[in-house]
């Protein structure tokens, strides 16, 4: 009898325990099935119109995005009002195309601008998140070591999100190809806003003479040795109050192509020294430019310093990098240029 009574009490412990060890395994495969469905899925465009000024109209159910070229390129995105952002890149780089992936049960859309050359494929990729646009970057995809092996070239994507960071894997024919990280950062302005589609069809034709006009507002800045007059449009103006002495650069102010971003930021003035802060990048990085001025006698470069984000890798550290006149010698304030500071820092 006492034999009985333990193999029972032994049926009835492994029978508890394995009822326990089951609501486990349940929490952890639902978790898996959720993760998946939450993916970025190819959406397709249901038409697509070329409008007689030249704007690029892709209708999707839900909403629809203008693209268009008029001496700056224009990314237009609306369901029934339409927003427009100003971007920095040329259109003129290949035949365009739109990809659109959404993420499952969210509004987290990305799209990818496709320039077409035959070679060569290159994507301009924003993100609609929390209703704001953001503008990642590019990836340039080299096709010409197999454009004259294949009959067809497919380009797919792979998205993966992690907070703010978001990793796209290029695969072409099935393979992969690449794999870049981009990150959420300052979302886009709000260049203008229309009613619907059709009104920014309309008044089209003064859109980039418009904004033209617009750079041409300013901002002063101003302490006991100087005032400065700088303009978006990338006139800067200085002017020594104590001597009415005035000097001016047309080009400090300038970025590179294909930047999201080249907007100056910022001028600090402290005593007789101001600095210039603005954004610029390079292929590879995002920068923050610190361009420090003195005046003694004349107005000569003082130090540059630049902040790195690296493009494909937000996270990762990257040490700052400092020039002074030891570097570069005595440089006045208006041969201070785009090109002057790119060769300064390649050196």
């Known amino acids: 009898m006492e034999i009985k009574k333990i193999l029972c009490l032994l049926v ?5 325990l394995s009822c326990k060890k089951e609501p486990e395994l349940q929490k952890k495969h639902p978790q898996n099935i959720s993760r998946e469905a939450k993916s970025y899925q190819l959406i397709s465009y249901k038409n697509r119109i070329l409008t007689d000024n030249n704007i690029n109209i892709f209708e999707y159910n839900d909403l629809k995005i203008s693209i268009e070229y008029n001496k700056h390129t224009f990314f ?90 978001i990793l ?4 072409v024919n099935n393979k992969l190809f690449s794999t870049l990280n981009y990150k959420l950062e300052k979302p886009l302005k709000i260049y203008k806003e229309y009613n619907d589609i059709n009104e920014y069809i309309k008044t089209d034709n003064n859109l980039s003479q418009n904004l033209e006009q617009e750079n041409i ?4 800045y101003e302490n006991e040795f100087f005032l400065i007059n700088s303009n978006v449009e990338g006139v ?27 907007s100056l930021d910022n001028i600090v003035l402290k005593n007789n020294y101001f600095t210039i802060e603005k954004y610029n990048c390079t292929d590879k990085y995002y ?16 130090k540059y310093s630049i902040e790195f984000t690296d493009r494909h890798d937000p996270d990762r550290s990257i040490p700052n990098k400092i ?3 030891k570097d570069f010698g005595n440089i006045k304030f208006e041969n201070v240029t785009r090109e002057f500071l790119l060769n300064l820092l390649n050196k």
Request: hydrophobic share 35%; with cysteine; charged share 30%.
């Open 168 to 171: 796209i894997k290029s695969i």
């Open 76 to 165: 237009g995105y609306g369901t029934k009002s339409l927003n427009l952002y100003h971007s920095f890149y040329d259109l003129d780089s290949g035949d365009l195309n739109l990809l659109r992936y959404d993420k499952a049960d969210t509004k987290s859309k990305i799209f990818f601008v496709e320039l077409d050359n035959y070679s060569s494929r290159q994507f301009h990729i924003y993100a609609y998140q929390n209703d704001d646009l953001y503008y990642l970057g590019e990836n340039n995809v080299d096709l010409s070591k197999i454009i004259e092996k294949v009959k067809k070239v497919n380009i797919d994507f792979e998205i993966k999100q992690t907070d703010n960071n």
């Open 236 to 262: 800067t103006e200085v002017t020594l109050n104590r001597i009415n002495k005035k000097f001016v650069n047309a080009k400090v102010l300038e970025g590179n192509s294909n930047c999201p971003d080249t």
């Open 12 to 16: 009835f412990v492994l029978s508890f």
């Open 217 to 220: 507002a300013h901002k002063i």
């Open 323 to 325: 020039y002074t006149s």
């Open 287 to 302: 920068l923050k430019e610190y361009i420090t001025f003195k005046f003694d006698k004349d107005l000569l470069l003082h």
